[in-house]
Nanobody, 122 residues
Framework: QVQLVESGGGLVQAGGSLRLSCAAS????????MAWFRQAPGKEREFVAG?????????DYVDSVKGRFIISRDNAKNTIFLQMNSLKPEDTAIYYC??????????????WGQGTQVTVSS
């Protein structure tokens, strides 16, 4: 089992920034991929960004956040971050951290955090 705890959500004005964190504990592995998803009211959950855990890690972003969001990791702390800049009202959602074993893909994640609310006011 892997436990994930997100933090860093909150209320921010459009154009502002927030930094989310996700700490993993339990049976973590060197071949875990970690990612951020989000779910807005009335919408399906969508992939936002992901990062592989290997050296020379690769990243992936949904088009709507490219150039504004940056995903990064701290291997020593089993933690990933999502720096969110130039936030827009449409970024408002519950943001979830997720983990899977294997390659960086946009689906089929095994473990999920409880989520953190991000609200962007116009």
């Amino acid at each position: 089992q892997v436990q994930l705890v997100e933090s860093g959500g909150g209320l921010v004005q459009a154009g502002g920034s927030l930094r989310l964190s996700c700490a993993a504990s339990g049976r973590t592995s060197s071949d875990y991929t970690m990612a951020w998803f989000r779910q807005a009211p009335g919408k399906e959950r969508e992939f936002v960004a992901g990062i592989s855990w290997t050296a020379g890690s690769t990243t992936d972003y949904v088009d709507s956040v490219k150039g504004r969001f940056i995903i990064s990791r701290d291997n020593a702390k089993n933690t990933i971050f999502l720096q969110m800049n130039s936030l827009k009202p449409e970024d408002t959602a519950i943001y979830y951290c997720a983990v899977r074993t294997g390659a960086l893909v946009r689906a089929a994640y095994d473990y999920w955090g409880q989520g953190t609310q991000v609200t962007v006011s116009s």
